[in-house]
């Protein structure tokens, strides 16, 4: 297959793109072209009989083949939405509002017909790369890298300080990266990996301060979230210092719950010192 220079096919696996001919997405340069994408699990091909799960998968398709092209979801600028049925959107605006409702691209609703009668929705996207100009995030190997993680998250929830031993432990039983902002250290990001009956991971960013409110979270979130679900999560859980009132409206934008609130053994009680769990409903997965 011939393609033209600077430009890339990224493929999902869908039988329709062999059969009619087309990619899910195409990396041109910076932008990247997601095409309309519907509700199919593309390792079975089956897809649910109810909109708002259909919406939930398109959803996980969009993001894959977003991470394939090097972007999230943080970086998509428009999005339309395609509906048989009128009357389903609204139950979908929960499900769509969790992905999008910091990002706020350019978005659009139709009515029409699909290809396919079990198709319920369907989702197109443009996202431009590098959104967050300049930011960069890498995965903690060496000792510069985890002196910078340590610097981030012991600034973030100083109840917890870690030593530099200790977070060589943790680098080699989590996913520990930093984030950059040309050369500037900005933020950094724990995934957990899924455990228990529920295969639950737990997905943490950090930000610093003053590089709040530049989607730098939201960046770093989806590029977790992506990892999390490689490993196979099919729960997806956050932790955030009680005090830290900035990272918990980021949490509860994106539609996790409070689960419970608890004190580490050992730290003294009150807000300063006191952990909330929480956990995407079924319905944010």
Not at 168 to 192: I, K, M, P, Q
Request: a negative charge.
């Amino acid at each position: 297959m011939t393609q033209r220079v600077g430009r890339r096919a990224v493929l999902s696996g869908s039988v329709y793109e062999q059969r009619i001919g087309y990619a899910r997405a195409v990396v041109d340069g910076d932008w990247v072209h997601v095409s309309g994408t519907t509700g199919f699990d593309y390792a079975t091909m089956t897809i649910s009989e109810d909109v708002v799960e259909q919406a939930e998968q398109v959803l996980r398709n969009i993001r894959a083949a977003l991470g394939e092209a090097g972007c999230t979801l943080a970086d998509v600028v428009r999005v339309r939405y395609l509906l048989p049925e009128r009357k389903d959107f609204e139950p979908c605006w929960p499900v769509l509002r969790r992905a999008f409702g910091e990002v706020l691209p350019a978005a659009t609703m139709m009515v029409c017909g699909l290809a396919d009668e079990r198709m319920k929705i369907e989702i197109e996207v443009y996202a431009r790369r590098g959104a967050v100009s300049g930011l960069r995030t890498g995965v903690v190997e060496d000792e510069d890298m985890l002196r910078d993680w340590q610097r981030v998250h012991n600034e973030i929830v100083p109840p917890a300080a870690l030593s530099l031993d200790e977070v060589r432990e943790r680098a080699g039983r989590y996913r520990l990266e930093n984030a950059y902002l040309g050369e500037v250290l900005v933020g950094c990001s724990t995934v957990r990996p899924p455990e228990g009956a529920e295969r639950a991971a737990t997905v943490i960013a950090r930000v610093l301060p003053a590089f709040r409110g530049r989607g730098i979270g939201a960046a770093l979130y989806e590029q977790g979230l992506g990892h999390a679900r490689v490993q196979g999560a099919e729960a997806i859980g956050t932790v955030v210092l009680a005090a830290n009132t900035d990272g918990l409206r980021f949490a509860e934008a994106r539609g996790f719950v409070e689960r419970e609130r608890y004190v580490l053994d050992g730290e003294p009680g009150g807000q300063g010192t006191e952990w909330i769990d929480l956990r995407l409903p079924a319905a944010g997965r």
